[in-house]
Structure formats: structure tokens, C-alpha cells
């Protein structure tokens, strides 16, 4: 034991040297009995993943995972893996023999303590940060084994032959998930974004983090809320929060002047690659800040946060577009401005044309768009023709009812169907081609029908057809941030016949617009990466009177107002100051920034689409008399969805 007093280990690891381990008995995978010892809870002196050549000599002790094994003609190297890295083990019968037959019965994922000395290896290994150096070892303790076979690798040295399980297989075995390269990864890149926003957030703007509760009263946010029923008062709810709107408000009323949080919010939706039943944003609210002042915090942040983390250039100031430009140009109030392939109105040039579909959209109080796709010849006819091409079917799901084109020829003229030659005859296609500078091989794609209809309709297709000829850039070399400003205040609910906010009731709408709240243009902006939305904010109403006229143009009387929200109100009544603020969704940003293709690649033990967790099998029934407690009797006779 005297030999290793020179490193860098604890009592409990010296200890563990100079005494002979108690061994028990246990079953082992592979066919070899294997010797496992009597739980213990060792130390180590270094991290796998942390030595160098600089450590030659040295004599450690190490702890961690199996990663891989090979026996090289008696020669025996095996893979040693923990949270920092990879690093190599040998030994060989010339040295300890009984350490030579155990590292021969190891298997991957079993558990070790190591014992030995750093020296250089006879072929150094670029692809490994350990690649210069081996560890010889002297002893070797196992920990645990594996008793059952693995339902997958996750081997990171063989990261790049491993075979990608299945999604359902990798949920329901997280654990062993977690362990792959990739996802832990993942998981490290989501705590030094968080950590990074922290550092910001507090240390250069001097914002104060506060929680708020999770229990707490159901509010209308856009979303079915979860409710949590009462056992102390029968018959009444909880909700789990949406998000703190409500809270953060208050928290400025209280005079906290900048707050934040990493907030977790529940909402009951359906689920898709992108969402999760609870997610986690990063939420921020100002008092005494205009909007031009809160967007330029959260450019700070996200330039930050992009550089620091990801080694990713954001330009500033991000481009700015009201949310009117953004489904005119493009379809959409989250654009991807990566690639071109714009909308164009051309409603103005048609509305008196031959062509009824045209003509009568126009007339109805509709639009007419188009899109231009360069070199249109990558598309052919047959993959237009409706209702059987590739593209037809697309704009058919999008909401269109046909889909009709043309083409500018090499000698300038305009080809397609009759119809549509017909009803731009004439000064009618010059116009055209002008306003939307058609040039010779481009294909024209045009949509009529009510504007916003249309508008998305055409926004989709125009992803679709990005997609299908590689127009979007990879992420990993372009990058757009961009502002989409200026949103509805509240907009038509046709099945309930009324109007509701487009965000939240709490949203500030122009001053200008007070007088027309139905058609006001709300203080919301929306921040858009890539094509994706990242986070969103607005300024918040701070009067009563103006949240009243908010509440009753969305049919919310002033006795529902009060019962709802008459703390918030009160605190108008306080002396509340103007205020705004900000969310990020922190699962979404992580998994953009990762390159991952769902959130669930980037949340440790995330639900299914189902909204179910595989790993734990949840949501379950429980006993009758934890209902009966909380006063709750179910209705039999309906079938579980």
C-alpha cells in the first residue's frame, strides 16, 4: 500500500487496498462464474476521462462502467468508461494472474475498481482524448455485473457501429439510454445552457431568482390544464401551472424589478415531436423596460448562450417582421428565412381575370398567391397533377382544393394549362412575372381562396417543396434569428363564437388600438430560429381598466373577472408598475442546439406521445381508497381512451 501514497486518493480508497475484499457469490451472463464483492463504496483518485500523458508513472485508482473488452493473444485490453471519458486498460498473464483472469471474465457495463499504474501506450489513439496513455493494472475489483443480456450497445467507443434501437425501446430502458454517448451528451449541453443563462441573467443583469407554486388555480392559457384534486377541501382543484403568468406579474407589482426562473409548466395537449405534457422555460419579467429594451436582453442572452455553448455565431440586431409580413411572405408566424421560395399576393393583377377560381376568390374578400420555384424543372408534371403527385397530395393535406401552375420557357413564355394562360393573357403575365421577377425555367404554384387560408396553406407547401429539393441549409452551417412582432390581440373562435386572445388575456395591445380591440394589434413578439419558435413574450396590461375592456371583448364579465382574477386586479388597484417579459423553452432551444430531432432526446426521462413514461409506466390506476380519500367515485360505464 505504501506505493500508492503518492497519489492523489482518499482514506477510504487506501483502505480498500490494503485490505482483501469479502466476496460473495452471484449469477454473471457470460458463462465463466464470476466473483462479485460484498457491497462497498470505494473512492477513486482520478477521473477516467481526465488522463494524460502528463500522468505517466502515476499510480491511481479508477471506477466505472465496462465499455469494451478484447483479448489480443493473451494480452487483454478493456475499455474503462465514467462521466468524463474513455480511458484503456491492460494486463497480461506475465503480471498479477488472478487480475489477468478477471479482466479475461469482464463484459460490457459491469462495474469496476481498478488499481494501477499510467503509462504510454505503443500506438497512441487520435480518436481518444486518453489516446496517448493505458493504464497497466495491478488490481481489480468488481463491483456489480450484468446478470441479463443488454437490449442494446451503448458502448462510446463503438458509438458509430452501434445500431440505433427503437424509440419505444430506448424509453423503457432510459436508464441504460442515458449511459450512450449521445444522450449523455445531450444532457451536458442542456445544464451548461441553463448554467450559462444563470451566470447572465444574475451576475452581469441583475436579475433575482424566485419560484412560484406548483399547486395553484387554473387560469385559461390555451391549453387543458392537469387538476389536482383536494383531500382537505372535497369537491375543489388545483391545476398545475401552464405557465407563472400571473405570478411574475405579481412578482413586479411587488417591486422585484427583474425576475427569472426555470420554470416547470404542464399543459394537456396533444403531444408531438416537439412537446412534452411538462417542459421546462426559462421565464423572465421586467418592470420599467419598453419592448425594443426586452427583445435586446434576450438577443444578449441568446447570442450568449449560442456562443458560449455551442460555438454558434448569432449576428445582431435580429431581423425584425410584423406578424402581417410573415404570412404574406411566407405562410407562417415562425418563418425559416434560411432559404427564399417567398409568397407573392397577386390578387391586384387577377381579380378581374377569365379564370372563375381567381376571379371569385378575389371578389369573396379573398387572395390570390403564388410561388416561385427557380429552375421549376426540378419539379415535374406528374408530381404536380392533381389529385396524385407528390406535391398535389401535399397541397391537398395543407387545405387547398387544386393546385394550379405555370412555367416561364427558355424563350420567355409562359406555359401551363389553358385556363390559366388564358386568364394572364395579355399585359396580365407581364405584370406578374415583374412583380415577382420570374425568370426563364422558373415554376409558378398558385393558391385562391379566403387570405389567411391561403396563406398558410401555400406556407406549408413552400417547407414541403424546400424539403423535397434541398434548399434548407444545414443548421450546422446558416443560422437566422429573427423577430416576428405585432400579433392579433385576440382572434374569431368559429365553434364557440367569440373572440379569445391569441396568447393570453394579459397581453398589451397597442395604444392606438384601444378603441377597436378585435382587430388590435397586440405588444407580442416572438423570437424564431431556423424555422422554429424558441421563445415569446409581450408586454402586460398593468391597469385595470384596460384588462377589463380586454376581459369583456373575450366575453369575460366583470363577476367571472373577479372570481378568476381578482388578486391580479388588486394588484392594479396597488399601484402596479409597467411591466413585460419573456419565455424560453429550454427543451426545444437544447434540442435545435444538439441537432436532435425530438425534445425527448434532450429531457432525461421524457413521456411517450401518448403522454406516457415507458420507464416507470405511468399514468396508473390506484387503489380505491386513495380515491376514496380524496372523495373521488368513477364512472364505470365509460371506456378508458
Request: with cysteine; glycine share 6%; net charge neutral.
Amino acid at each position: 500500500a505504501a506505493m500508492y501514497a503518492p497519489m492523489r486518493m482518499g482514506s477510504a480508497c487506501l483502505r480498500s487496498l490494503r485490505a482483501r475484499p469479502a466476496i460473495c457469490r452471484c449469477a454473471a451472463a457470460s458463462a465463466a462464474e464470476t466473483l462479485v464483492q460484498a457491497p462497498s463504496w470505494p473512492s477513486r483518485s482520478h477521473l477516467a476521462g481526465t488522463l494524460r500523458a502528463s500522468d505517466v508513472d502515476a499510480k491511481v485508482c479508477l471506477c466505472g462502467w465496462v465499455d469494451g473488452t478484447r483479448n489480443h493473444g493473451g494480452i487483454v485490453f478493456v475499455d474503462l468508461r465514467d462521466h468524463s471519458g474513455v480511458v484503456q486498460l491492460a494486463s497480461d498473464p506475465k503480471g498479477a494472474l488472478e487480475t489477468h483472469r478477471r479482466m479475461e471474465r469482464l463484459r460490457n457495463e459491469y462495474v469496476v475498481h481498478v488499481f494501477g499504474t499510467v503509462r504510454l501506450r505503443h500506438e497512441s489513439n487520435p480518436k481518444m482524448q486518453t489516446g496517448e496513455v493505458e493504464l497497466c493494472v495491478d488490481r481489480i475489483v468488481l463491483l456489480n455485473a450484468v446478470t441479463k443480456p443488454l437490449p442494446f450497445s451503448v458502448s462510446h467507443v463503438e458509438d458509430a457501429k452501434n445500431q440505433s434501437p427503437l424509440e419505444e425501446t430506448r424509453l423503457k430502458y432510459r436508464v441504460l439510454d442515458l449511459r450512450t454517448k449521445r444522450m449523455a451528451n445531450n444532457l451536458k449541453l442542456r445544464h451548461q445552457v441553463i448554467k450559462c443563462m444563470r451566470r447572465f441573467l444574475e451576475d452581469e443583469q441583475g436579475f433575482t431568482e424566485i419560484e412560484t407554486p406548483i399547486l395553484t388555480k387554473s387560469t385559461p392559457e390555451g391549453a387543458r390544464d392537469y387538476l389536482v384534486p383536494s383531500r382537505i377541501h372535497p369537491g375543489s382543484w388545483y391545476a398545475l401551472p401552464q405557465s407563472p403568468q400571473l405570478f411574475k406579474q405579481m412578482l413586479m407589482c411587488a417591486g422585484f424589478d427583474r425576475y427569472y426562473q426555470l420554470a416547470r409548466c404542464f399543459r394537456d395537449e396533444d403531444l408531438r415531436a416537439d412537446r412534452q405534457p411538462e417542459f421546462t422555460q426559462l421565464d423572465l419579467e421586467m418592470a420599467f423596460m419598453d419592448q425594443n429594451q426586452i427583445m435586446q436582453l434576450s438577443e444578449d442572452l441568446l447570442v450568449k448562450v449560442f456562443k458560449d455553448c455551442a460555438n454558434i455565431e448569432l449576428s445582431k440586431p435580429f431581423p425584425r417582421m410584423t406578424y402581417d409580413a410573415a404570412m404574406s411572405r411566407y405562410g407562417t408566424d415562425r418563418p425559416d428565412t434560411r432559404y427564399d421560395l417567398r409568397l407573392h399576393d397577386i390578387s391586384i393583377h387577377v381579380k378581374d381575370c377569365s379564370f372563375k377560381v381567381f376571379a371569385d376568390a378575389v371578389s369573396d374578400g379573398g387572395s390570390v398567391y403564388c410561388i416561385r420555384v427557380p429552375n421549376g424543372g426540378r419539379i415535374s408534371n406528374s408530381k404536380l397533377k392533381w389529385p396524385k403527385g407528390e406535391v398535389a397530395k401535399e397541397a391537398a393535406a395543407a387545405g387547398l382544393a387544386g393546385l394550379s401552375f405555370a412555367r416561364l420557357g427558355a424563350d420567355g413564355t409562359l406555359e401551363g394549362a389553358k385556363p390559366i394562360l388564358e386568364a394572364l393573357e395579355g399585359d396580365r403575365a407581364n405584370k406578374i412575372m415583374e412583380h415577382i421577377r420570374m425568370e426563364p425555367g422558373d415554376l409558378l404554384l398558385f393558391g385562391a381562396g379566403p387570405t389567411r387560408s391561403i396563406q398558410t396553406a401555400l406556407g406549408r407547401l413552400r417547407c414541403f417543396i424546400a424539403n423535397s429539393l434541398g434548399e434548407i441549409v444545414d443548421s450546422n452551417v446558416q443560422h437566422t434569428a429573427l423577430w416576428i412582432t405585432d400579433f392579433p390581440l385576440m382572434e374569431w373562435n368559429e365553434e364557440q363564437e367569440r373572440y379569445e386572445s391569441v396568447h393570453h388575456p394579459f397581453t398589451a395591445p397597442h395604444a392606438s388600438d384601444l378603441s377597436n380591440l378585435q382587430n388590435a394589434r397586440a405588444h407580442a413578439y416572438d423570437i424564431v430560429y431556423n424555422g422554429v419558435e424558441i421563445g415569446g413574450g409581450s408586454l402586460r396590461i398593468y391597469q385595470r381598466e384596460v384588462q377589463e375592456k380586454v376581459f369583456a371583448a373575450i366575453g369575460v364579465s366583470k363577476m367571472e373577472a373577479e372570481e378568476k382574477f381578482g388578486y391580479l386586479l388588486q394588484c392594479f388597484d396597488m399601484g402596479a408598475p409597467p411591466h413585460g417579459g419573456l419565455a424560453l423553452g429550454i427543451d426545444r432551444l437544447v434540442m435545435l442546439l444538439c441537432g436532435a430531432s425530438s425534445i425527448r432526446d434532450v429531457i432525461a426521462f421524457p413521456k411517450t406521445t401518448q403522454a406516457v413514461c415507458s420507464l416507470t409506466h405511468t399514468p396508473d390506476p390506484v387503489p380505491p381508497s386513495q380515491l376514496k380519500e380524496l372523495h373521488i367515485r368513477l364512472d364505470q360505464s365509460k371506456e378508458p381512451h
